[in-house]
């Protein structure tokens, strides 16, 4: 018998989501920050075995919405929990669930797995759960996976959802893009990274290169100096990281070429939160 289905991973933001969604996957799908709130769309992540494809829907973290993009957010969420076959809830083990939240799992649609992450931290909470995982320390993924195959529909034969050479169903520039950004958060002051995004403005390949330019978009004027640093410093770093990674990615030269723009309260705007793609 063959098993696939759709699974969406929610839960509070920083708890550890994306990371979770890595690690079942084993190729990097979706950005990971110490910053709350960086999934800010649903990005799925494909695991294949040879009688299964589960589906992976990582989502924004569950918070009360302060702008559009908040909004935005938190439709991702709830559009992810309405078409799959399993929700995964997911508890920060290093931190004590507060009533809300313990309230938001109760509401929860059946069926579901409860899941406290970071196990390999000192100092986790009792809470009940169905399973404690760590991303990091790739504790109980194999258990945690034969849990989600129970949940899922059988077929007689070979159901794939995706081709089964596919990890994601995002596009080579989304990947590009979130790795802008999280390089961004990686080195950006608390103020300014919920104030960021990402926007490929050019990408064009050929047989020996890729040429892509890219906009990283704040909210303030004070942000972008921040952004470029001194000498530029910020932004080189930036991008000489980036540009790495893109030259494995697509396994050819890469000139990368990062501009900042300012475009105040563009968290506030849905034209363009829906042409950044959220």
Same mark, same amino acid.
């Given at each position: 018998?063959?098993?696939?289905?759709?699974?969406?991973?929610?839960?509070?933001?920083?708890?550890?989501?994306?990371?979770?969604?890595?690690?079942?996957?084993?190729?990097?799908?979706?950005?990971?920050?110490?910053?709350?709130?960086?999934?800010?769309?649903?990005?799925?992540?494909?695991?294949?075995?040879?009688?299964?494809?589960?589906?992976?829907?990582?989502?924004?973290?569950?918070?009360?919405?302060?702008?559009?993009?908040?909004?935005?957010?938190?439709?991702?969420?709830? +559009?992810?929990?309405?078409?799959? /076959?399993?929700?995964? @809830?997911?508890?920060?083990?290093? &931190?004590?669930?507060?009533? %809300? #939240? $313990?309230?938001?799992?109760?509401?929860?649609?059946?069926?579901?797995?409860?899941?406290?992450?970071?196990?390999?931290?000192?100092?986790?909470?009792?809470?009940?759960?169905?399973?404690?995982?760590?991303?990091?320390?790739?504790?109980?993924?194999?258990?945690?996976?034969?849990?989600?195959?129970?949940?899922?529909?059988?077929?007689? +034969?070979?159901?794939?959802?995706? /081709?089964?050479?596919? @990890?994601?169903?995002?596009?080579? &520039?989304?990947?590009?893009? %979130? #790795? $802008?950004?999280?390089?961004?958060?990686?080195?950006?002051?608390?103020?300014?990274?919920?104030?960021?995004?990402?926007?490929?403005?050019?990408?064009?390949?050929?047989?020996?290169?890729?040429?892509?330019?890219?906009?990283?978009?704040?909210?303030?004027?004070?942000?972008?100096?921040?952004?470029?640093?001194?000498?530029?410093?910020?932004?080189?770093?930036?991008?000489?990281?980036?540009?790495? @990674?893109?030259?494995?990615?697509?396994?050819?030269?890469?000139?990368?070429?990062?501009?900042?723009?300012?475009?105040?309260?563009?968290?506030?705007?849905?034209?363009?939160?829906?042409?950044?793609?959220?």
């Amino acid at each position: 018998m063959f098993k696939a289905g759709f699974v969406a991973l929610i839960g509070r933001p920083n708890a550890g989501k994306s990371s979770l969604v890595n690690a079942l996957v084993g190729e990097k799908v979706a950005i990971t920050s110490s910053k709350p709130q960086t999934t800010r769309e649903n990005i799925l992540g494909i695991v294949n075995g040879e009688d299964f494809q589960v589906v992976l829907v990582d989502t924004p973290g569950v918070h009360h919405s302060k702008n559009a993009l908040d909004r935005t957010m938190m439709k991702n969420v709830r +559009s992810a929990i309405a078409g799959v /076959d399993l929700i995964i @809830y997911l508890v920060d083990g290093s &931190k004590s669930p507060d009533g %809300e #939240e $313990i309230e938001y799992i109760e509401h929860l649609p059946e069926p579901k797995i409860v899941v406290k992450t970071k196990c390999d931290l000192p100092k986790r909470q009792n809470f009940d759960c169905d399973i404690e995982v760590s991303a990091r320390a790739k504790t109980n993924l194999d258990k945690l996976l034969k849990m989600i195959l129970e949940h899922l529909p059988e077929y007689e +034969s070979p159901h794939y959802i995706y /081709d089964p050479d596919f @990890y994601t169903d995002k596009s080579t &520039k989304f990947l590009i893009a %979130e #790795e $802008i950004r999280e390089k961004a958060l990686e080195m950006l002051h608390q103020e300014v990274p919920h104030g960021i995004a990402v926007e490929i403005i050019r990408f064009f390949e050929d047989e020996k290169a890729v040429c892509i330019d890219a906009d990283i978009i704040c909210e303030a004027e004070r942000h972008k100096g921040m952004i470029i640093g001194k000498g530029g410093s910020v932004l080189k770093e930036i991008g000489s990281t980036v540009r790495k @990674y893109a030259q494995q990615l697509l396994g050819k030269k890469v000139v990368l070429k990062l501009f900042v723009k300012v475009e105040k309260n563009w968290r506030d705007r849905p034209d363009k939160i829906k042409s950044l793609g959220y």
